[in-house]
């Protein structure tokens, strides 16, 4: 069964800061993994869906870069802004979406 | 294009009573999903249906939950009779074709159960 850990757990960072959130899965046969944006009481917004075939995808300040033989994914935040503080859920797709535990993210002004 | 719908949006209830969520996923998407998610943790998938049947529920515990999907459209996920752990935030996403596809995620449904 695929096992995704997200590390770390919680990160506040000042407002400009570069910053990276680390993904790791066990099972290296995936389809995607995908990242998502999960706001308080609010559903999961999807940031960035990187293929199996791909080695990263970039969506303004957001970089997400994929090696599938270490069973790796990180997502860079340029430049980090308040508005960015939530919780960031990494997601493998295999034959199913399995996610993980998710980083919660405090960009402090 | 209008987003996933999901209602009630909060919902207290005692142990062992019923209690039932409506899911509208986005117009012409193909696979809808309910998810678990309990506090301080990822979203678990409890049953994912292809238009109208049954993909995967291999996590949906069936002796006490239920879910269907009546025409390919809406759905309802149902619990009955609910225990102390079900308490957690409910989750509906659509697709477009494919588990693989993106997913779109509704608001959620927070269920406490006392």
């Known amino acids: 069964k695929q096992e995704v850990t997200q590390i770390p757990a919680a990160l506040s960072v000042p407002e400009g800061e570069n910053l990276v959130l680390n993904c790791s899965f066990t099972d290296s046969a995936i389809y995607n993994l995908q990242w998502f944006r999960q706001d308080p009481g609010k559903g999961l917004t999807s940031l960035l869906l990187i293929q199996s075939s791909q080695r990263e995808q970039t969506s303004g300040r957001l970089n997400a870069s994929l090696d599938k033989s270490s069973g790796r994914s990180t997502l860079y935040i340029a430049a980090s802004q308040p508005g960015d503080s939530a919780t960031y859920l990494c997601?493998?797709?295999?034959?199913?979406?399995?996610f993980g535990t998710g980083t919660s993210l405090t960009v402090i002004p | 294009e209008a987003g996933v719908a999901q209602s009630p949006r909060y919902k207290i209830i005692e142990k062992r009573q019923s209690v039932a969520f409506w899911c509208n996923p986005i117009s012409g998407h193909a696979t809808l999903y309910w998810y678990q998610q309990i506090l301080g943790q990822g979203p678990k998938l409890l049953i994912q249906?292809?238009?109208?049947?049954?993909?995967?529920d291999s996590q949906l515990p069936k002796d006490r939950f239920s879910a269907e999907r009546l025409k390919g459209v809406d759905s309802t996920l149902k619990i009955q009779p609910a225990k102390l752990e079900d308490s957690a935030v409910y989750l509906c996403a659509s697709s477009h074709v494919t588990g693989t596809d993106t997913q779109y995620f509704g608001p959620g449904t927070r269920l406490t159960v006392l």
């Open positions: 997601a493998v797709i295999s034959n199913q979406f399995y």
């Open positions: 249906f292809q238009n109208n049947g049954v993909v995967d």
